[in-house]
T-cell receptor, first 113, second 113 residues
Framework: DADVTQTPRNRITKTGKRIMLECSQTKGHDRMYWYRQDPGLGLRLIYYSFDVKDINKGEISDGYSVSRQAQAKFSLSLESAIPNQTALYFC????????????FGPGTRLTVL | AQSVAQPEDQVNVAEGNPLTVKCTYSVSGNPYLFWYVQYPNRGLQFLLKYITGDNLVKGSYGFEAEFNKSQTSFHLKKPSALVSDSALYFCAVLTDSWGKLQFGAGTQVVVTP
């Protein structure tokens, strides 16, 4: 887990506020991913990136945006947070080969009041 | 579309007994399958994966999984469960060559002393 770090680990905010979640990795991977976890739904992909010039929408990108500042950094923003964005958010990294393992950060627990 | 299903929300087992966590998949072509574990307040940790080769895959912490093509299953097993194995377990399938994973809803494992 130490190879992929996320900040903050916990955040409580109010409806309408802008929030940024940050992710850094030292694994040297090109691919980075943002997921959200909701009870009973598993993990769902929000955005993914294969390098600093490549950003792609995932299954549930509405209400979110991302920025790939460098190979090692991938941030997720909620432009105007709403209560149903309350969830556990995970960043992950992976290698270029299709079957490469994804490695996850410790997660950010976000609560939107 | 590629997908996985975990039919059990929770599995209860006594310490020392065998543990099985079920996963079935639906894919076109050859599947790449993964198991992850999430301990309380922690990120997802990789346990094992099936890409090709032997149907019995050995992973971390004494876990193994059996790939069964005819039954489209990839069940996770451990011969003798420990209380410390109590956690949330996720099965996942690779959905495309870009490394995107589709996760099951998760199975909570409770091991009682």
């Amino acid at each position: 887990d130490a190879d992929v770090t996320q900040t903050p680990r916990n955040r409580i905010t109010k409806t309408g506020k802008r929030i940024m979640l940050e992710c850094s990795q030292t694994k040297g991977h090109d691919r980075m991913y943002w997921y959200r976890q909701d009870p009973g739904l598993g993990l769902r992909l929000i955005y993914y990136s294969f390098d600093v010039k490549d950003i792609n929408k995932g299954e549930i990108s509405d209400g979110y945006s991302v920025s790939r500042q460098a190979q090692a950094k991938f941030s997720l923003s909620l432009e105007s947070a709403i209560p149903n964005q309350t969830a556990l958010y995970f960043c992950a990294t992976g290698g270029l080969a299709g079957g490469d393992t994804q490695y996850f950060g410790p997660g950010t627990r976000l609560t939107v009041l | 579309a590629q997908s996985v299903a975990q039919p059990e929300d929770q599995v209860n087992v006594a310490e020392g007994n065998p543990l099985t966590v079920k996963c079935t998949y639906s894919v076109s072509g050859n599947p790449y399958l993964f198991w992850y574990v999430q301990y309380p307040n922690r990120g997802l940790q990789f346990l094992l994966k099936y890409i090709t080769g032997d149907n019995l895959v050995k992973g971390s912490y004494g876990f193994e999984a059996e790939f069964n093509k005819s039954q489209t299953s990839f069940h996770l097993k451990k011969p003798s469960a420990l209380v410390s194995d109590s956690a949330l377990y996720f099965c996942a399938v690779l959905t495309d060559s870009w490394g995107k994973l589709q996760f099951g809803a998760g199975t909570q494992v409770v091991v009682t002393p």
